[in-house]
């Protein structure tokens, strides 16, 4: 039952192979979270190409927003404002669901509020965890982005690290495919990794000079291949499983050392992880485990939260909404913008 005074955000979510469309009640209640995956196509091509991803959001993006309000039981003039990401993510994905927004708020005047994906990410711990408040550090860890980061308010944001070549599921997608496994790499080392030997072949884990904090993963890659050449070259058959739980444990044990020193250096008691990495299975159960060993409340969102969503920019629309900001119609796709920026 909604009421004159609840707060319904239309989002949209377009920035790299998902179309997606919500509709988020009172930033926390999910009415409708639909998702159009592109996955398939990008896979014939072994990763996502931009600008067939371009050309399949403009053919989807009207049904799934007309199917995120049907489910949702929500009349267009019932919403309240329009959120949409702007950025980070590929220029031409991230217009198509700018320009939707635009429309949608132009010609409905409700307001218009542009959200960062990885605010988006961030928020989607709040959407299962009604308890999880500000201040906590989360890792952001998705395709595109490796970010520890204290959340020290709604909207509020400290970098403390992030990765200083590829992101952690760049490398997971990297491996692989260098492995043969295909395209999304993720989901696909995750489950081969359960058949494998974690211990099996000693990968190194990257430290970087200077900062406790920041992460490099392509060192990483580069040993996994190197070690692939090198059974290669003396004849010996790869164990494509243990390599694939020897690189995932090496991945996970450089974030969960990063991540819960820094809970712990800056005095926090609380810890979150955000992004399509974060819906790997044994990451959550290492985070799980040390996070219980070090008396650290630990929270994660569904996978369904954790790879791209719109339910996600509709919870950080709506802390964006309270807080006072609104967009213009001159508001742009940002490929390359930066957490707490405008
Ligand atoms: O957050 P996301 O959906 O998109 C970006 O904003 O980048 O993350 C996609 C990334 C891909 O690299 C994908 O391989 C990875 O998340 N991923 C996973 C798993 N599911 C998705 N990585 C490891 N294990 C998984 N189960
Ligand atoms: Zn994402």
């Known amino acids: ?8 955000i239309l989002a949209i979510e377009s920035s790299c192979d998902e179309t997606a469309a919500a509709v988020v009640k009172n930033g926390r209640d999910v009415l409708s979270n639909v998702i159009s995956s592109q996955i398939e196509l990008h896979t014939l091509y072994g990763g996502v190409v931009p600008e067939i991803a371009s050309r399949k959001h403009i053919e989807k993006i009207n049904q799934v927003i007309g199917e995120s309000l049907r489910e949702a039981g929500v009349a267009l003039n019932e919403i309240t404002a329009i959120a949409v990401t702007y950025g980070p993510g590929l220029v031409g994905a991230l217009l198509v669901g700018v320009s939707a927004a635009k ?4 010609a409905t005047e409700k307001p218009l509020i542009g959200v960062h994906h ?14 999880l408040e500000p201040p906590f550090v989360c890792l952001v860890v998705s395709g595109g982005h490796t970010h520890l980061v204290v959340v020290k308010d709604y909207g509020e944001y400290e970098i403390l690290g992030c990765t ?13 495919r260098t492995i043969g496994l295909g395209y999304p790499g993720g989901p696909k080392i995750d489950r081969l990794s359960k058949e494998g030997d974690p211990d099996a072949i000693r990968f190194p884990r990257a430290r970087v000079d200077g900062s406790d904090y920041d992460f490099s993963f392509s060192g990483l890659k580069s040993a996994v291949l190197n070690y692939l050449n090198s059974c290669g070259m003396k004849g010996i058959e790869v164990n494509r499983a243990d390599v694939a739980a020897s690189f995932q444990k ?11 020193n820094a809970v712990k250096e800056y005095g926090f ?12 299975s044994s990451l959550r159960a290492a985070f799980e485990t040390e996070c219980a060993r070090r008396e650290i409340a630990f929270y994660h969102p ?36 930066r957490l707490g920026e405008r």
């Open 164 to 176: 200083r070549d590829d992101a952690a599921g760049e490398a997971f997608d990297k491996v692989a």
């Open 1 to 8: 039952m909604e009421t004159k005074q609840d707060v319904l």
């Open 103 to 106: 429309a949608i708020s132009f």
């Open 118 to 131: 990885i605010e988006g990410h961030i928020s989607a711990n709040f959407i299962e965890n009604k308890e």
């Open 250 to 260: 090496a991945v996970i044990d450089v974030l969960v050392e990063h991540s819960l």
């Open 269 to 280: 008691d609380k810890f979150a992880i955000a992004g399509g990495v974060a819906s790997n």
């Open 302 to 337: 569904s996978p369904v939260f954790c790879t791209d969503n719109a339910a996600m920019i509709g919870v950080a629309g709506y802390y964006e909404y309270i807080k006072g900001t609104r967009s213009g119609y001159d508001l742009n796709a940002i490929p390359n913008l």
